[in-house]
């Protein structure tokens, strides 16, 4: 059984295909009329290989935070393939997409909008080691220059910042929004396959539609 996997938290809409034999399809999509170019670009996808909807053994969300819109549709396209096919869910939240394409072995705070206007972000704080990643903070939200760094750090960014920041901030930036959503999805979903933690396709919802609660 293949793991499909499924990224549209912010503009980057990408998805992927991970088969039997460790082979990795990855799709990017453009965000404009998202619903309609994923639905069809899932479909021909899986009518042009030898596979099918029924070959998805397991499915990996990124489940926000992130774009409003993309999460919606990617959850309702998530259930409705769990519905029909029986696949298990797995949810991964996107901050820790972000911080695990982020080579550094400093303290890692990848940054995604909460609010554009008052610079508002969601934040973790991790660090890698290796292949592993590890959170080392509660996920929270504040403004950019309320975050708490020191010199062994740096923010991670999946999407353009389209401010002038202070340098002490932009100093400590790093965009790695050039690589793709799906390795990095792909490698937290395996790590969740490995210790057995799947998530119940009817109660799930984006991360933004419920108050979250960090799992240890």
């Known amino acids: 059984m293949g793991i499909l996997l499924l990224d549209c938290s912010s503009r980057k809409i990408e ?31 899986f009518s042009s290989k ?46 820790d997409i972000i911080a695990n394409k982020a080579d550094t072995d400093k303290k890692i705070i990848p940054l995604t909008f909460s609010n554009s206007k008052t610079l ?5 704080e991790f660090r890698k080691t290796g292949n592993e990643l590890k959170r080392l903070s509660d996920y929270k939200i504040s403004k950019l220059t309320d975050i708490k760094t020191g010199d062994d750090t740096v923010f991670a960014i999946n999407e353009k910042i389209n401010v002038d920041l202070p340098q002490t901030i932009s100093d400590k930036i790093i965009d790695v929004s050039g690589k793709s959503n799906i390795n990095s999805l792909l490698e937290l979903t395996l790590k969740n396959i490995s210790e057995n933690r799947y998530s119940d396709f009817t109660e799930s919802v984006p991360f933004y539609m419920k108050e979250f609660v960090p799992k240890n």
Do not use: M, Q, W
Request: charged share 15%; with cysteine.
């Open 15 to 45: 998805f992927g295909f991970f088969d039997d034999h460790e082979n990795l399809h990855v799709e990017a999509i453009d965000n404009s009329g998202i619903t309609d170019k994923l639905i069809f670009s899932l479909k021909n996808f």
């Open 50 to 95: 030898d596979h099918s909807f029924n070959s998805i053994g397991i499915i990996g969300l990124s489940n926000g935070p992130g774009s409003f819109t993309g999460l919606r549709v990617s959850s309702a396209i998530a259930k409705g393939i769990c519905f029909s096919t029986g696949c298990l869910l797995t949810e991964i939240i996107s901050l």
């Open 120 to 124: 508002e972000f969601y934040y973790s």
